[in-house]
């Protein structure tokens, strides 16, 4: 529960919301989406925002991955 209230509200906030859920997930849907229903066309521009999607996808995946390492709350397994 201290990871989660830390990830959501913590210091890893910002990283979280608009990282891993703004870039990382919801704009490429929006412009795979976009790029399905043929509204983006088929130029070379649209081409490259359809990369910019799948890098946004990369970078959504390492900053998941940041903010889960930065968030773990750490136990000991053995007492001294």
Known sequence: ??????????????????????????????????????????SIAATYVVMAACLAVLAGGYLLRYCVLKVGVY???LER
């Open 1 to 42: 529960r201290e990871s989660v209230r830390r990830l959501l509200r913590g210091g890893t906030h910002w990283s979280w919301w608009a990282g891993v859920i703004g870039i990382g997930l919801v704009a490429p849907t929006l412009i795979v989406s976009l790029a399905a229903v043929d509204v983006l066309g088929t």
């Open 75 to 77: 136990v000991t397994l």
